[in-house]
């Protein structure tokens, strides 16, 4: 490559696109189109950068294999930032797998380790923890260079966050601040102290027949999940206790009941308060009534082994296994489309198509929920047809999808 080819690279590398551009824009050779692609993308240009990156890659000679494949690296990452997670651009259709494992073969081992990483963000994203776990143990940081490597400890930070182990989190996201620091680039500076903010936020609050305690944070949340304490999880629409999970996303009137049962021990429930929250009944009838005792039979057989629940004059009543606590753990702020609020709190703009992998549920669902948040003004869109995008204002107080996401959504 030539003189100026390797300026606009150091440039790239060090945060300035606008070096680099001054350098390559009046080319239109194979090596400045991809740079100046990956200059927009560091502009937030990003169709400019994805169509300069096609074009490379198409100019790019059958003997540059190897450019070529930085070339499908750099458009991963594009479709990342603006989350496009069901297309092939972000490596759904094994393409990026591809361009690592030519890298590694080539003795790029920096850029096949940043595409692996890239891998393992994407499946971050779309909640796939365990796979995302296992890409990141098989890439070796040293190859990396600090920004990389910085990217790499966020990943590793939010896989942490999401399964609730405080201490590891803390810890990558240490390492990530030293490699961003490395770095010397503000934007990826920026990144990793939103991360740590997010961290440090309130993850959760406790809620009792008392009523609300005061909120917790992510650490305090893994060590109530650590005492034999019966949780009732309106996070994750879970109920937990013994070393047990009973999971209740996709039955939500069980949940429900749970829920109300658990705000109301060690007293009882009424039959009136749990008609009325899981059902939605004002007035309710014989019907009502019937179909409450068949839930109530469903939700004992779900939590046997963990609680009983009896019959009262008025009610039912939880009676934990043991004669240990409950205890309800409810979101900072609940919104009637907690998830998907939760997801457009990082502030990217993103299609419904990608919601709805994030969130395990169908796209249409997901748009029907965008509709109503929209009349809301909570959400906005931007585009249209395929390109539509959505964003979303971060409420206040309202935790990072980082956290506590998984609530599915209702309607």
């Not at 796979?131 to 040293?142: G, K, T």
């Not at 963990?306 to 409950?326: M, N, Y």
């Amino acid at each position: 490559m030539d003189s100026l080819i390797n300026a606009a690279a150091r440039a790239l590398a060090a945060g300035d696109p606008l070096g680099a551009l001054n350098r390559i824009a009046l080319r239109d050779d194979p090596p400045a189109l991809a740079l100046r692609g990956i200059a927009m993308a560091q502009l937030d240009d990003l169709p400019r950068a994805r169509a300069l990156l096609r074009a490379a890659a198409r100019a790019f000679g059958p003997r540059e294999a190897v450019a070529r494949a930085r070339c499908t690296v750099a458009e991963a990452e594009i479709a990342l930032v603006s989350r496009d997670l069901a297309g092939p651009a972000a490596g759904k259709d094994g393409a990026l797998d591809a361009a690592a494992t030519l890298l590694a073969a080539r003795g790029d081992a920096a850029n096949a380790g940043h595409a692996r990483y890239l891998a393992a963000r994407r499946l971050l994203l779309i909640g796939r923890l365990d796979e995302a776990a296992r890409r990141l143990d098989a890439i070796d940081p040293v190859a990396l260079p600090p920004a990389s490597r910085a990217g790499l400890e966020l990943v590793a930070a939010g896989i942490a966050m999401r399964r609730l182990q405080a201490e590891a989190a803390r810890t990558a996201l240490a390492r990530a601040a030293t490699a961003a620091d490395r770095a010397g680039i503000p934007a990826l500076v920026a990144e990793v102290q939103a991360a740590a903010r997010a961290f440090a936020a309130p993850a959760a609050r406790l809620v009792s027949a008392a009523g609300d305690r005061p909120l917790l944070t992510l650490a305090e949340v893994e060590a109530l999940l650590a005492t034999d304490a019966l949780v009732v999880d309106a996070c994750r629409h879970a109920v937990r206790g013994g070393g047990r999970v009973v999971a209740l996303g996709r039955r939500p009137v069980l949940f429900a009941l749970a829920r109300v049962l658990a705000e109301a021990w060690p007293g009882d429930a009424s039959r009136e308060a749990l008609l009325a929250r899981a059902f939605h009944a004002k007035a309710a009838d014989e019907s009502h009534r019937a179909r409450l005792r068949v839930e109530i039979g469903r939700l004992r057989a779900a939590l046997r082994g963990l609680s009983g629940l009896s019959a009262t004059k008025r009610g039912f009543v939880l009676q934990p296994q043991d004669g240990v606590a409950v205890a309800v753990l409810a979101p900072p702020v609940e919104e009637t489309h907690a998830a998907l609020l939760a997801c457009l709190a990082d502030g990217e703009a993103w299609s419904s198509s990608a919601l709805a992998l994030a969130l395990g549920n169908s796209q249409r669902k997901v748009q029907r929920a965008l509709e109503a948040l929209a009349a809301e003004g909570k959400v906005q869109a931007v585009g249209g047809g395929r390109a539509r995008r959505w964003t979303a204002t971060p409420l206040p107080g309202f935790p990072t999808a980082l956290l506590l996401p998984g609530a599915p959504l209702h309607g």
